[in-house]
């Protein structure tokens, strides 16, 4: 009998197999579907659009939850009813169940944690919610990522076989390139290489401008750079297909297409990584060889200091012009 009660207490007493470092698999909500379709059709959103888009999903799946709830009231009595309405109304309304907000709604995770949740989902279809930052700026962004396709494969189905070979000459260009840009003149001077079905010069330039809409590669005064969503989704094919080409940051060792470069020892870094490894330096040197670094330091981005502007901005009332 001791040996019995022994043997229970012991089976009561282990561990759980999900305790420990066994990593747990996500649970997709409605809000977390809805998010990743909506995330899909953009193809890259800003850390603030995304966050934008994650209250959205919130707001959507929680009318859906009331008006269900409610249906399902009609049936019970108008006393159940009014008692939801009370609730609504009430700020200090409790939880209708676990998981839940007040009045059916969901219980907003922070933005890590939902993210990690549907990628936890969607490891096993090689996609992944990946966040990265603009070049330019240093701006936050999240693109949806294919990892068991090149994305020039996963952009067969929006262009035609030569219009893919005229993204190819224009990411050649852009990698060998010491600016990281790309003049219009060079790509259309490439048309008559193109595999595939002959474009003419006005064609191509209409299908450059399908990859900016696209948010494959961004037009700054008739020069052509990737766009962070290109970055993003082709950095590991553009390592593997420009393996001598490909430029490095020196500071957070990720691909770089635009940034500054030592005059002495000729290591390169992105804008956002010179302003914040320059920002508390009396003299900026390199962080390689020490010598001088002749270039202007840009301004570290400051999300706090853009949503301070972006609220004054949005109070400011707009003066009336006069009709003449």
Not at 69 to 81: A, E, K, T, Y
Not at 111 to 127: K, M, P, T
């Amino acid at each position: 009998m001791e040996e019995g009660r022994a043997e229970r207490r012991r089976r009561t007493e282990a561990p759980s197999c999900t305790q420990g470092g066994a990593r747990r698999a996500g649970i997709m909500t409605d809000v977390h579907r809805r998010f990743l379709q909506l995330l899909m059709t953009h193809g890259v959103l800003e850390e603030r659009g995304v966050r934008r888009l994650q209250k959205h999903c919130y707001r959507v799946h929680g009318r859906s939850l009331i008006q269900a709830f409610l249906l399902q009231c009609c049936f019970i009595g108008f006393i159940v009813v009014s008692k939801v309405f009370t609730a609504a109304r009430c700020p200090r309304a409790q939880h209708v169940g676990p998981g839940m907000g007040a009045f059916g709604t969901a219980a907003v995770e922070e933005l890590e944690d939902f993210i990690n949740n549907i990628n936890s989902v969607l490891e096993s279809l090689y996609i992944e919610i990946k966040k990265g930052a603009t070049e330019d700026d240093g701006r936050p962004v999240y693109a949806l990522v294919n990892l068991a396709t090149t994305p020039v494969s996963k952009m067969a189905s929006d262009f035609a076989e030569n219009e893919l070979d005229l993204f190819r000459k224009a990411l050649e260009l852009i990698i060998d390139s010491e600016t990281g840009f790309a003049s219009s003149t060079n790509i259309l001077n490439l048309v008559d290489q193109l595999k595939g079905k002959k474009m003419r010069k006005k064609e191509a330039e209409q299908v450059l401008q399908k990859f900016v809409q696209n948010k494959w590669l961004i037009e700054k005064e008739g020069e052509f750079t990737l766009h962070s969503r290109a970055i993003l989704e082709m950095e590991q094919y553009i390592r593997e297909t420009y393996p001598d080409a490909v430029k490095t940051c020196n500071i957070c060792h990720g691909l770089l297409i635009q940034g500054q470069s030592c005059e002495t020892c000729g290591i390169r870094m992105h804008l956002p990584c010179v302003a914040k490894y320059f920002q508390s330096a009396p003299e900026p040197r390199c962080p390689h060889c020490n010598d001088y670094w002749p270039h202007e330091i840009p301004e570290v981005f400051n999300p706090d200091k853009e949503r301070e502007a972006g609220t004054s901005k949005a109070n400011k009332k707009p003066s009336r012009s006069r009709q003449h």
